[in-house]
């Protein structure tokens, strides 16, 4: 029996050896998988972003401001005579064209007073005539002392009057005829016609300021916007060079409403506002453009040709000015200082430590700083190539 233990004592010692070295086997393949796990945790993720590249295009440089459009004239078509409206020639909201009538006047009083103005001239010129021809005969009469100096005088006298009186009853003619005239009341422009304000079978009178109807013209049509006073040395340049493009915008900027010409620069800055006034003129063919509207005025000042571009939402602003990150080969991003130009909006003209064909950074640009790595995934080129085409 105690050979029997003695002989089975080496196998329990071996089998105890062998689990505590599978232990400690485990144990370090565990530490080893926990260590790794760990250091991969610790590894920063790179940043997802948005990148583009940098590189050369034709630019065109805008100014842009809010404007109101207005009629390139407006007419308040009132009567010069008082009278009833006998009718109206016109149709609410139709366009009319100079000569058409608008309103009729009572025309009788008018022509009554024509009438006899045009009597009275006849009446007095028989008057003067008759003058005339006793003129002749005391004339021929004086040389042989059979009429006297006094009577000659006075008979000349009265022939002056009479001639004086007779271009006067021409003038009363004129002015009745005038008079008459206005009773017929016709457009003064082309334009379209507003909301009748008086209906047939009213009385007028000159001294009304409310009018019979608005005439405005929309075609050519006008629009006055503002722009920053900083901004006046660019468009006067470009107005120098010659015609200046506007195109008036609705107020979402997303549909283009006409193209027209830069017709005259305010005379004066607005000091409150520190902006000045900008007239401009549109063909307005589809009647896109009404007046009181506000639209949107972007002003073609420039295009630069070949310019180092790069997307505007690559900008940033730092303490040291403008920057924009720069995706490096090893995939981390610097900042770079740059000097900003002209810009359309989506694409600016810059220069300083970047370079065409290298990356910039459109987007998450707040959770990057230098020498974070960056996965970076290109943007749909879209609307970069339709900016390119302007």
Known sequence: MLKS?????????????????????????????????????????????????????????????????????????????????????????????????????????????????????????????????????????APQNLTSTQVLQEQQALVAQLAAQVKGDQA???????????????????????????????????????????????????????LPEDALPALAGALSAGPVTVTALSRDDKTDLDRGTVALIDNQIDQTTGTIRVKATFPNPHHTLWPGEFVNARVLVQTERKALTIPTAALERGPDGMFAYVVKPD????????????????????SGAIHDGERV????????????????VAPAPAPVAEVARD
Not at 37 to 58: H, L, M, N, Y
Not at 180 to 201: E, F, K, M, S, W
Not at 334 to 350: I, S, Y
């Open 5 to 141: 233990i003695r002989m089975r004592r080496p196998r329990v010692v071996l089998a105890a050896a062998l689990v505590i070295v599978s232990l400690v086997l485990g144990w370090r393949w565990l530490a080893g998988s926990a260590r790794a796990a760990g250091e991969a945790a610790a590894a920063p993720q790179p940043i997802p972003v948005e990148t583009a590249t940098a590189g050369r295009a034709d630019v065109p440089v805008y100014l842009e401001g809010l404007g109101t459009v207005q009629a390139f004239y407006t007419v308040t078509v009132t009567s010069r005579v008082d009278g009833q409206v006998q009718k109206l020639g016109f149709v609410e909201g139709e366009a009319v064209k100079p000569g058409d009538l608008i309103a009729q006047i009572d025309p009788r009083s008018f022509q009554a007073a024509l009438d006899l103005a045009i009597a009275t001239k006849a009446k007095d010129s028989a008057q003067l005539a008759g003058a005339r021809s006793d003129l002749e005969r005391f004339q021929t009469l």
């Open 172 to 226: 009363n003619i004129e002015n009745a005829r005038t008079q008459l005239g206005y009773t017929t009341i016709t457009a003064p422009i082309q334009g379209i016609t507003g909301i009748r304000r008086v209906d047939p079978g009213n009385i007028v009178h000159a001294t009304d300021t409310t009018g019979i109807v608005v005439l405005t013209q929309v075609q050519p049509i006008a629009c006055i916007f503002t």
């Open 331 to 350: 995939s981390t991003v610097e900042a770079r200082p740059l000097q900003v130009g002209g810009t359309n909006g989506a694409l600016t003209v810059v």
């Open 361 to 376: 950074v459109t987007s998450n640009q707040y959770r990057l700083q230098p020498g974070v790595r960056v996965n970076g």
